[in-house]
């Protein structure tokens, strides 16, 4: 999957197909506007980085939303969950494979699992 196909697949789009099937209090239209907020941001960063290939770069924009969601969720009633976290280090992150090859590198570049906080 490439980092343009991943405006596409983010995992709000899952948290707003819950919210409606289930009533689920958690996430509102707010919240969710200012995830993809974030994550259209970081994905946009990952883009024009793409053509700097330069992994401190690359790690600081991770480093960013990481502290950015940490933020968000202190802010709004820990409205991320163990689930949603890891719908966010999983297919948005990781799955995308932020791929050091995007930047000149063979490796991924992967957010461990446990920098956000709970």
Same mark, same amino acid.
């Given at each position: #999957?490439?980092?343009?196909?991943? %405006?596409? *697949?983010?995992?709000?789009?899952?948290?707003?197909?819950? #919210?409606?099937?289930?009533? *689920?209090? %958690?996430?509102?239209?707010?919240?969710?506007? +200012?995830? *993809? $907020?974030?994550? *259209?941001?970081?994905?946009?960063?990952?883009?024009?980085?793409?053509?700097? /290939?330069?992994?401190?770069?690359? +790690? /600081?924009?991770?480093?960013?939303?990481?502290?950015? %969601?940490?933020?968000?969720?202190? $802010?709004?009633?820990? %409205?991320?969950?163990? #689930?949603?976290?890891?719908?966010?280090?999983?297919?948005?992150?990781?799955?995308? @494979?932020?791929?050091? /090859?995007?930047?000149? $590198?063979?490796? @991924?570049?992967?957010?461990?699992?446990?920098?956000?906080? @709970?």
């Amino acid at each position: #999957m490439t980092l343009q196909e991943l %405006f596409n *697949d983010k995992p709000t789009k899952l948290w707003s197909e819950r #919210m409606i099937e289930y009533g *689920d209090d %958690f996430f509102t239209e707010e919240r969710l506007l +200012m995830c *993809d $907020k974030v994550l *259209d941001n970081y994905l946009n960063q990952l883009i024009l980085l793409q053509e700097t /290939k330069h992994p401190e770069s690359i +790690m /600081k924009a991770v480093e960013e939303i990481v502290i950015t %969601f940490n933020e968000l969720n202190e $802010k709004n009633d820990y %409205f991320i969950e163990t #689930m949603e976290r890891e719908e966010l280090t999983e297919p948005s992150i990781n799955r995308s @494979s932020v791929r050091q /090859k995007d930047f000149g $590198k063979g490796d @991924s570049c992967r957010v461990p699992e446990h920098s956000l906080g @709970s």
